[in-house]
């Protein structure tokens, strides 16, 4: 079956500090990949996606690759911000299927502190 | 925002009773979905559908049953709700197997 996995939090980082979150997969298929980022009390927010390898995709500041040889899609950003503090997830939907039924990774905190 | 309700967005319920949770969009996606969010686990696929009284068990269906009369609504059911199902439910919706779009949640506590 499918399965994310992602480095635990919480990540503690000083404000313009370069942000590295992991996320590896397993995958059955040829996955599109996906990073949510959900700030306190509110839903999931797309951040960025990807649905091929080598893809990468961006956002406000942030990236990640999909990385085939690898399964992995890391995220990443050169400079955070304190407003940039929240959980993020990485997730995956299964291509086999005509729908988004996704996998999500356990989610990892980001603080920042000024 | 896609367009998006959940409702009630609270809800405390005694253990035993039935619970009905609504999400509404007036996207017109085909897919929606509801996944339950607990600490340490991420959010788990409960339930979904692919279209008008179409709808699938997702990875944590036992205790749950779904149904979808029209488009815009979804509504999830717990027929005996249980302590263990004190959870944050979000519903999202697609339009493909592209990416899904969630609502604010429902944070429902079963005492």
């Known amino acids: 079956g499918n399965s994310v996995t992602q480095m635990e939090g919480p990540v503690t980082l000083s404000e313009e500090a370069f942000l590295t979150i992991n996320c590896t997969y397993t995958?059955?298929?040829?996955?599109?990949l996906f990073w949510y980022v959900q700030y306190p009390g509110e839903g999931l927010q797309l951040l960025l996606k990807?649905?091929?390898?080598?893809d990468k995709g961006s956002n406000k500041g942030f990236e990640a690759t999909y990385r085939k040889e690898t399964t992995s899609f890391h995220l990443e950003k050169g400079s955070v911000q304190v407003s940039d503090s929240a959980v993020y997830f990485c997730a995956l939907s299964d291509r086999d299927s005509g729908y988004s039924t996704l996998t999500f990774g356990k989610g990892t905190m980001l603080l920042v502190s000024p | 925002d896609a367009g998006i309700t959940q409702s009630p967005r609270h809800k405390v319920t005694e253990t035993g009773t039935p619970v009905t949770l609504r999400c509404h969009q007036t996207?017109?996606?085909?897919?929606m979905y509801w996944y339950r969010q607990d600490p340490g686990h991420g959010l788990r696929l409960i339930h979904y559908s692919y279209g008008v009284k179409d709808t699938d068990k997702g990875e944590v269906s036992d205790g749950y049953s779904v149904s979808r009369s029209k488009t815009e609504d979804f509504l999830l059911t717990l027929e005996s709700a249980t302590s263990s199902q004190t959870s944050v439910y979000f519903c999202a919706i697609s339009a493909s197997r592209e990416e899904a779009f969630f609502g604010q949640g429902t944070r429902l506590t079963v005492v």
């Open positions: 996207e017109n996606h085909r897919y």
């Open positions: 995958a059955t298929g040829y996955p599109s």
């Open positions: 990807a649905t091929k390898a080598d």
